[in-house]
């Protein structure tokens, strides 16, 4: 069937009569412009903050192997969330010796947390977390304080347990207040330890304290404070990170001589990243889910408009029937002007979604991506020729005489 | 062109309604509007409708305007019939063979002169590069050569009958339905009006059908056709 009028005749003329009535499309388009930015807002925020975690997790080194106790992760690749049952489990300086025999390339860092009673000057903190570990931990750039801001413990104070500690820059903050605490004293349980640097700041890390709250001190230090030798958990640095899986296999053989399966976890940043990166996508789609209800609410408010338009507009239709438009013709161009109010809307709102994303970007990483804007246009489109359906039905079954008829 | 002079030999029927009864329900009661009316239009006619309000003038209107269908009886439209055709079949004649002038003009506002009388070739097979000449060409010939670019609302109620009456125009159509149409204008306006018809009639042989309660225009015609109480009571 030819199709009378032409499509481009038909969206000329759509465009026009929206266009008489700019204020009114503004208003009409407004609810699907609020669905398009946010929906746009929230996926860029979502895409920002996979990107943001993966950087994060590229700066945790993708040459390290973490050993756990607990099974972290569950058969889906998902974090576990029984995980808490086996943390009672711990490693001890054997595990250590053991592992450092194994993969005498490798570097071995052991952590061990404890949490403690902070003085120094005449402040005490409660319920510091102090991390006990080696040189290495320092060496490998974790926590590792600027040159101006004092240096990380040595091999040998390491091995010593000497007490000296760096401090979070948090704690350092509370502590000393504008006092430099460089060469300071600290008190830990009745033990005296000096300050010997102060950790650059790092910002929170994902699932956990934020590092910056930490103070570092000798592996031994630790031990002596808790009154244990346990062992936490262990980092392992292989000298690339093409070693990384079949080391872990490895490393897991080693661990089973002397632990029962499943009770303690071998894993890499890359597995660690793709859990969190499963949970920002569901946090996505859920807050996306949210704001397309917008979507509809706007697409409801297009349908009003189109409805009162058809009543407005019955002699048009009329007189449109009458000089020989049939049914279709008329559907067709109430369809495309409900379709052209929400396209509308579609832009404006992946511009101000965009504009919006663009702000956040200074504080907080977002990412607009091609995808995203494609998906809320089509959906804004969408919406337009399914709540234009029923007004343009309305238009296209209105009799002639009827409507000629009506004042 | 197909144009029959005035004093045509043997005029050919364009329009010929037979037996047509219309009946309207409501509830449990029928209504004939039109009960068992005939009614021949020949090419070349000017043919006026009178009667007075309730009489079915308009279902006969609406009937020879292709608007709407007889509940019986046979609507012949060049010897076709139309009687049992679809909406959209419908709308495609009236776009051929049809102009319509109604008394409020139903121009789109906010439209342009020229594109109101290019309106009904939007739905007509007619050549699109041919569209806008074809509208100057109808407003040349209605006089408002130099408002083609006016929208009604810049118009007088004359102008924009005149503009109706080009866009009745521009499907060259076979009858011409016009349905009170000085009802809306002052009396000399009306009367220009008129004369624009009668010059339509005459020197283009143009098929006219007037529909009015108005009795000095329904006299102005060749022929009329009187109806009273869904009957023709003459023509």
Redesign the interface.
């Known amino acids: 069937m030819?199709i009378?009028?032409?499509l481009s005749?038909l969206l000329n003329?759509s465009f026009?009569s929206i266009l008489?009535n700019k204020g009114r499309t503004l208003l009409t388009s407004l609810g699907i412009i609020i669905g398009v930015s946010s929906v746009i807002l929230l996926t860029s925020i979502g895409n920002g903050l996979k990107s943001y975690v993966s950087d994060q997790f590229e700066t945790l080194g993708a040459n390290t192997i973490f050993v756990s106790p607990g099974m972290i992760f569950s058969e889906g690749g998902r974090f576990n969330q029984g995980a808490e049952q086996f943390l009672s489990l711990s490693f001890d300086k054997k595990d250590i010796s053991n592992l450092s025999r194994n993969f005498r390339s490798d570097t071995i860092i052991p952590l061990s947390q404890t949490s403690a009673e902070v003085k120094a000057l005449n402040k005490t903190l409660r319920s510091i977390s102090i991390i006990g570990t080696t040189d290495d931990y320092g060496q490998e750039g974790n926590a590792t304080p600027d040159p101006k801001n004092g240096r990380w413990f040595s091999a040998e104070e390491s091995a010593k347990g000497s007490k000296v500690a760096i401090l979070g820059s948090n704690v350092a903050t509370d502590l000393f207040g504008n006092v430099n605490p460089l060469g300071r004293k600290i008190i830990i349980k009745g033990k005296t330890l000096k300050v010997i640097g102060i950790a650059n700041q790092q910002g929170s890390s994902f699932g956990g304290q934020p590092v910056d709250d930490y103070i570092y001190v000798p592996l031994d230090i630790v031990h002596s404070l808790s009154g244990n030798e346990d062992i936490n958990s262990i980092q392992i640095k292989t000298p690339s990170k093409d070693e990384v899986p079949q080391r872990k296999l490895e490393i897991e053989e080693v661990l089973l001589d002397r632990y029962e399966k499943d009770t303690f976890t071998v894993f890499d940043s890359s597995q660690l990243l793709s859990s969190i990166n499963n949970i920002i996508s569901v946090l996505t789609v859920a807050l996306t889910g949210i704001a397309a209800i917008s979507l509809i609410v706007g697409g409801i408010g297009i349908m009003n408009i189109m409805l009162v338009t058809v009543s407005e507009r019955t002699?048009?239709i009329?007189?449109?029937?009458?000089?020989?438009?049939?049914?279709?013709?008329i559907l067709v161009q109430f369809l495309i002007e409900a379709t052209i109010l929400s396209g509308i809307g579609g832009i404006i709102g992946i511009l101000l979604g965009t504009l919006g994303s663009l702000a956040i970007n200074n504080f907080f990483p977002t990412n607009v991506t091609l995808q995203s804007v494609i998906l809320a246009f089509g959906v804004s489109a969408i919406v337009g020729i399914v709540f234009g359906v029923a007004p343009a039905r309305k238009a296209s079954k209105l009799?002639?005489?009827e409507a000629?008829r009506y004042e | 062109m197909k144009k029959s002079s005035s004093n045509n030999k043997s005029p050919r029927v364009v329009l010929n309604l037979k037996n047509i009864v219309k009946t309207y329900v409501s509830g449990n009661t029928s209504f004939n509007a039109l009960d068992d009316v005939d009614v021949q239009i020949k090419e070349g006619e000017f043919v006026s409708i009178t009667g007075p309000s309730g009489s079915g003038k308009s279902t006969l209107m609406?009937i020879i305007?292709l608007?709407?269908l007889p509940t019986s009886g046979q609507v012949i439209l060049e010897d076709r019939d139309i009687s049992r055709l679809k909406?959209?079949e419908l709308?495609?004649i009236?776009?051929?063979t049809l102009g319509?002038v109604?008394q409020?003009f139903?121009l789109?506002p906010?439209?342009s002169a020229l594109e109101n009388v290019l309106?009904?070739l939007?739905?007509?097979?007619i050549d699109?590069t041919l569209h806008k000449q074809k509208g100057i060409d109808m407003l040349t010939k209605v006089g408002l050569l130099d408002k083609l670019k006016n929208t009604p609302a810049q118009l007088s109620g004359g102008q924009q009958q005149r503009v109706a009456i080009a866009?009745a125009l521009i499907?060259n159509p076979k009858i011409i339905l016009a349905d009170e149409p000085t009802g809306n204008l002052d009396s000399r306006s009306g009367k220009e009006v008129m004369k624009f018809f009668h010059y339509l009639h005459e020197k283009e042989g143009r098929t006219i059908v007037l529909v009015t309660h108005d009795m000095e225009l329904a006299n102005q015609a060749k022929r009329k056709i009187v109806i009273r109480d869904g009957k023709i009571y003459s023509q």
């Open positions: 030819k009378k009028p032409s005749d003329s026009r008489k002699r048009e009329g007189l449109r029937k009458a000089i020989g438009a049939y049914p279709r013709a009799s002639p005489i000629l | 609406h305007g608007l709407d909406e959209h709308a495609q009236r776009n051929v319509f109604f409020q139903n789109l906010k439209t309106l009904p939007l739905y007509s097979d699109k866009r499907n």
